[in-house]
């Protein structure tokens, strides 16, 4: 089995910072791309950002120059640096993780629990 695991999340004032990190676990062969995606009240789950196990990113317009994904693949992880927060970031962020599991012939899509993310004054 694989697991996703994350952390990081919690609360902050607007313009603050917070940090989240993901990590692979279990009989994994390869990962393809990672990415963050988030959820709010009443919203449905929206791409945050992506990586490629080359590194080429991928962000949302609303987090783009704000936020930076990055990923270590010898320790099959993704970190997301979350800059100048707003209100409007609170959610939940969901790790995501496309990959292939030892003895496995398909590619498929694995998702973490989620990390809360609460922006407020």
């Known amino acids: 089995q694989v697991q996703l695991v994350e952390s990081g999340g919690g609360w902050v004032q607007p313009g603050g910072s917070l940090r989240l990190s993901c990590a692979a676990s279990g009989r994994i062969f390869s990962i393809n791309n990672m990415a963050w995606y988030r959820q709010a009240p009443g919203n449905q789950r929206e791409l945050v950002a992506s990586?490629?196990?080359?590194?080429?990113?991928n962000y949302a317009d609303s987090v783009k120059a704000r936020f930076t994904i990055s990923r270590d693949n010898a320790r099959n992880t993704v970190t997301l640096q979350m800059n100048s927060l707003k209100v409007e970031d609170t959610a939940v962020y969901y790790c995501?993780?496309?990959?292939?599991?030892?003895?496995?012939?398909?590619?498929?899509?694995?998702w973490g629990q989620g990390t809360q993310v609460t922006v407020s004054s």
């Open positions: 995501n993780a496309n990959l292939r599991m030892i003895a496995a012939g398909a590619w498929y899509d694995y």
């Open positions: 990586i490629s196990r080359g590194g080429v990113t």
